[in-house]
């Protein structure tokens, strides 16, 4: 297969639809239930993880920095956003950055900003790829496999194993609160047979 091939393939084709899917999605949050917002990160954000395996092992073109889209505006915009729609859920002790061995220590950490991290690599990957240059598809492919596995890659990680959490628990005190009206119903009923 050749370099432009590459650049085109299907598999390639289906990550920027992927990433432009997670990152629309977040776009939209107001707009979403929180069980919903678990459930569709804990199937987009491993598919994400694994997608970015199939993009094509290329080099970068250029020496220079890559293009950026998402505007500081944009980032603390969708962060501030997030940070009201996660709650208190959003705070949580996590290890610092794995990238580094040895290094490692307990930190404060942030779901929402690692997920607004997430969107903005994401969102810039697909920007610059759809602008349909052959050098900024190239450029574009090359920025998001390396700065995935130096930076973004591990905080995906660490937000899938959160929201993991999260949706479990939030399942966990549904079910509770399920048994607990079923068990109150069930004493109403017997407290009415009696008399």
């Given at each position: 297969?050749?370099?432009?091939?590459?650049?085109?393939?299907?598999?390639?084709?289906?990550?920027?639809?992927?990433?432009?899917?997670?990152?629309?999605?977040?776009?939209?949050?107001?707009?979403?239930?929180?069980?919903?917002?678990?459930?569709?990160?804990?199937?987009?954000?491993?598919?994400?993880?694994?997608?970015?395996?199939?993009?094509?092992?290329?080099?970068?073109?250029?020496?220079?920095?890559?293009?950026?889209?998402?505007?500081?505006?944009?980032?603390?915009?969708?962060?501030?956003?997030?940070?009201?729609?996660?709650?208190?859920?959003?705070?949580?002790?996590?290890?610092?950055?794995?990238?580094?061995?040895?290094?490692?220590?307990?930190?404060?950490?942030?779901?929402?900003?690692?997920?607004?991290?997430?969107?903005?690599?994401?969102k810039d990957f697909v920007l610059l790829y759809e602008t349909g240059t052959l050098e900024n598809?190239?450029?574009?492919?090359?920025?998001?496999?390396?700065?995935?596995?130096?930076?973004?890659?591990?905080?995906?990680?660490?937000?899938?194993?959160?929201?993991?959490?999260?949706?479990?628990?939030?399942?966990?005190?549904?079910?509770?609160?399920?048994?607990?009206?079923?068990?109150?119903?069930?004493?109403?009923?017997?407290?009415?047979?009696?008399?």
């Amino acid at each position: 297969m050749n370099k432009i091939d590459s650049l085109i393939a299907p598999q390639t084709k289906e990550f920027v639809k992927l990433c432009r899917r997670y990152f629309e999605y977040l776009e939209k949050l107001p707009d979403k239930k929180i069980a919903d917002f678990w459930t569709v990160q804990l199937r987009l954000l491993p598919e994400i993880y694994t997608g970015v395996f199939h993009l094509p092992a290329i080099d970068a073109r250029y020496a220079s920095d890559v293009e950026k889209f998402v505007t500081e505006r944009e980032y603390n915009k969708i962060f501030t956003n997030m940070v009201a729609y996660i709650g208190a859920l959003d705070k949580f002790t996590d290890l610092s950055d794995l990238s580094y061995p040895g290094t490692v220590k307990m930190v404060e950490a942030s779901l929402a900003e690692m997920l607004t991290d997430i969107y903005q690599e994401l969102k810039d990957f697909v920007l610059l790829y759809e602008t349909g240059t052959l050098e900024n598809m190239n450029d574009a492919i090359a920025d998001c496999f390396d700065t995935f596995g130096q930076y973004w890659g591990v905080k995906l990680l660490s937000a899938t194993r959160i929201i993991h959490v999260n949706l479990y628990q939030h399942r966990y005190a549904e079910a509770k609160k399920a048994s607990q009206l079923d068990e109150e119903m069930s004493e109403e009923y017997d407290e009415e047979e009696m008399e």
